[in-house]
């Protein structure tokens, strides 16, 4: 019988891969991979930037990753209102600009009074005319505001390639792609189907 996989643990593997996010704790990191069986996150509003324009939370992609998140069985999911406040800082390192949001969503988590177990916020990095997805970006952290992980994609991972995303839906198909790829990839490590 294949037990539950925690929730994006296959994002955490997927980031791992693609890099050692400093701003993971470590602690958090090591918690969030030995949970056993399903918990509960908070999803909340996918920011969307477009160009530097302001960051926009947009509620419906938000309940439509919390909902697929239920149908998948990955994780007791609920959506979270209001949004969260960290707008997108842009700069020119896209690694810097995941990490900056990472550590200001930790630290808003801090102070959200969480009824679950963890928050999610994703992010969505647009052209100024979203016609063209630039990258996207995710955040889980713990109640206590520590980062359980992160990560980012963009054009030069498999999973932006399959999809090539040019608008704000597309930039969600991506971020279900990460989560299924890491799951096919955490169930196999573990020696579970497929």
């Not at 294949?2 to 997927?14: H, I, K």
């Not at 900056?100 to 177990?117: K, M």
């Not at 498999?158 to 991506?174: A, I």
């Amino acid at each position: 019988m294949r037990r539950p996989l925690p929730f994006l643990g296959c994002l955490l593997l997927a980031a791992a891969l693609g890099g050692c996010w400093s701003y993971v704790s470590p602690e958090a990191r090591t918690r969030f991979t030995e949970r056993q069986g399903r918990f509960t996150v908070t999803v909340y509003p996918v920011n969307v930037a477009c160009g530097g324009k302001p960051t926009v939370g947009d509620f419906r992609l938000g309940d439509d990753l919390a909902a697929w998140l239920n149908a998948q069985g990955i994780a007791d999911a609920r959506p979270g209102r209001p949004g969260a406040r960290v707008p997108v800082k842009w700069g020119y390192n896209q690694a810097k600009m995941a990490e900056q949001s990472a550590r200001a969503f930790g630290a808003w988590v801090q102070q959200a009074n969480l009824t679950t177990d963890y928050a999610l916020l994703a992010e969505i990095l647009c052209n100024p005319d979203e016609t063209k997805v630039i990258g996207v970006h995710f955040s889980l952290a713990e109640k206590s505001g520590l980062v359980a992980a992160g990560g980012l994609t963009n054009s030069h991972w498999d999973e932006f390639k399959e999809v090539d995303p040019v608008d704000r839906q597309g930039g969600l198909t991506v971020l279900k792609k990460m989560i299924l790829k890491g799951l096919a990839t955490e169930t196999t490590s573990r020696g579970g189907v497929r």
